[in-house]
């Protein structure tokens, strides 16, 4: 079972930033914030992780609140081919079969 | 591009037949997993391979099998099909060990079961 809450939709204008919330109150110590995104029909992209600092990449930031509790995803300057579902993911990082639950995500959509 | 490849990118089969989808992992990569995606809905996990052993397996029946080879690619094998396999079948490799373990995933596989 998906161990986080995400809105099912949200619309953002071409340009603005994008934040993209995400409730996981259950999370472990050893476990990993991940975000993918997924445009229609294609495979599951990677965008970015982290356990309890904030982070930033090419593609996003990612903000973690200090109780961890809960995560945003930041799209600094949304583009239309920022249009896709995005998943927000934990697990803990190890050799074992800890598999990704993916829930359903927030589908994003980019107004021009 | 994720370096992961898959194999055939669509495929129709009818009800009770064999299925037998294909993954190249991302260069050095020693763990696969596959997932299958309904529509609209989020990836179920099916298994996973960790140098050639199975080391984790979703809620998937028997009839789910795999096999991962010592080049690191993968199949998905799938028996008795039934309709409720029509899906996008997805796999995705890593490289278990390091400090971060993302997981790459290919296009998918489209099955369409009749």
């Known amino acids: 079972d998906a161990k986080t809450t995400q809105p099912t939709s949200m619309d953002c204008a071409e340009g603005r930033a994008a934040n993209l919330p995400c409730n996981h109150s259950?999370?472990?110590?050893?476990?990993?914030v991940y975000w993918y995104r997924q445009i229609h029909s294609q495979g599951p992209q990677y965008i970015i992780h982290g356990l309890k600092n904030n982070e930033t990449n090419e593609m996003a930031s990612l903000i973690i609140t200090e109780d961890r509790k809960s995560s945003t995803l930041i799209l600094p300057h949304a583009t239309l081919r920022d249009t896709a579902v995005y998943y927000c993911?934990?697990?803990?990082?190890?050799?074992?079969?800890?598999?990704?639950?993916f829930g359903t995500g927030t589908s994003l959509t980019v107004i021009p | 591009e994720t370096g992961v490849t898959q194999s055939p990118t669509h495929l129709i089969k009818t009800r009770g037949q064999q299925v037998t989808l294909r993954c190249s992992s991302q260069s050095g990569h020693n763990t696969v997993s596959w997932y299958q995606q309904a529509l609209g809905q989020g990836p179920q996990f099916i298994f996973q391979?960790?140098?050639?052993?199975?080391?984790g397996r979703g809620n998937f029946p028997p009839r789910f099998s795999g096999l991962q080879f010592p080049n690191y690619s993968s199949e998905l094998n799938v028996n008795a099909l039934e309709l409720d396999d029509s899906a996008l079948y997805l796999c995705?490799?890593?490289?278990?060990?390091?400090?971060?373990?993302?997981?790459?995933f290919g296009p998918g596989t489209r099955l369409t079961v009749l």
């Open positions: 391979y960790y140098r050639e052993e199975e080391n």
């Open positions: 995705a490799s890593r490289l278990s060990g390091l400090n971060t373990d993302t997981q790459y």
């Open positions: 993911i934990v697990r803990p990082r190890d050799n074992t079969g800890n598999q990704f639950y």
């Open positions: 259950t999370i472990s110590g050893n476990e990993y």
